[in-house]
């Protein structure tokens, strides 16, 4: 029987070496940009192409100084933070799967510092000192950033609505010039239905074609109107709140006709396409 997880454990064996020694930002790069990342459940960590699709990408870039997650996985309001503790244990909001996965660690330096920039940041928010990263976090972490050696907050979304997590965006914007890598974790399409049934691959595809061709064009508001203007909406995302996270990311952008996809296929009859921008 194959190890669960058996493909991150072959990443981390080829690659942590030089994980450890990866440069890091300095104010001369300018600001980082911001990041869309279909995250994946916990088979991703057996999926060796789209673990190496991530690894690349986290290199790409100079290592960040600190990360700032919003997932689909997490909706509080107020805004809170979490995850800020050194080695705060791991959210395994997930059911089902080998125990193995329950297991696997990615004990992320301390980030109080970064947690009180955040809050000066955004203003009044909570704080839930018990609730670690969620596997919307830490699941693409673990291949952008193996050594887990960068501290990391999630804050959650407040709401699903598209404006504001556009105006969150906005908010955390000015930390990118710092070093700060800002990323909303959600799934391009999240269609169970379609995971189940591949004659509805059709539908996933023709959402994502349409959302391909609005982040060419820079066009954020037909993004946010997604529900009344993309194909099959109802059947790429029944809830928002794998999507969401998409107007996270460009709000906290520059230019969002900057986007370009660094991850664009498919897995389960669903898009995994990943963005970044400036």
């Not at 018990?130 to 972490?141: M, V």
């Not at 050696?149 to 990118?176: E, H, I, Y």
């Not at 099959?232 to 928002?240: E, V």
Request: charged share 20%; proline share 9%.
């Amino acid at each position: 029987m194959t190890r669960p997880a058996g493909a991150y454990d072959a990443l981390l064996a080829r690659v942590l070496p030089q994980a450890r020694d990866q440069r890091v930002w300095e104010p001369a790069d300018g600001p980082l940009p911001a990041l869309f990342v279909s995250h994946g459940a916990p088979p991703t960590l057996d999926d060796p192409q789209w673990l190496d699709d991530l690894h690349a990408w986290g290199r790409s870039m100079p290592k960040p100084r600190a990360i700032v997650v919003v997932s689909a996985h997490w909706e509080n309001a107020p805004v809170t933070i979490c995850g800020a503790a050194a080695g705060t244990p791991l959210y395994y909001d997930f059911g089902g799967f080998h125990q193995r996965y329950y297991t696997l660690p990615y004990a992320t330096p301390d980030a109080t510092d970064l947690a009180r920039r955040v809050a000066g940041t955004l203003g009044p928010v909570h704080h839930d000192p018990g609730r670690g990263l969620d596997h919307g976090a830490f699941i693409p972490l673990m291949a952008m950033y193996p050594a887990a050696d960068v501290p990391v907050v999630q804050v959650s979304m407040p709401s699903l609505d598209p404006s504001a997590l556009l105006t969150l965006g906005r908010r955390l914007r000015a930390l990118r010039d710092e070093g700060v890598l800002v990323i909303g974790s959600g799934f391009m399409t999240h269609s169970f239905a379609a995971m189940r049934n591949p004659a509805l691959a059709g539908y996933t595809r023709a959402f994502d074609e349409w959302a391909d061709d609005a982040l060419t064009r820079g066009d954020v508001d037909t993004l946010a109107d997604f529900q009344a203007k993309a194909p099959a909406a109802h059947i790429s995302h029944p809830t928002a709140d794998h999507y969401v996270p998409l107007l996270l990311t460009l709000g906290a952008a520059d230019d969002p006709a900057t986007a370009t996809s660094t991850i664009a296929s498919t897995r389960y009859n669903n898009s995994i396409r990943s963005i970044q921008v400036r």
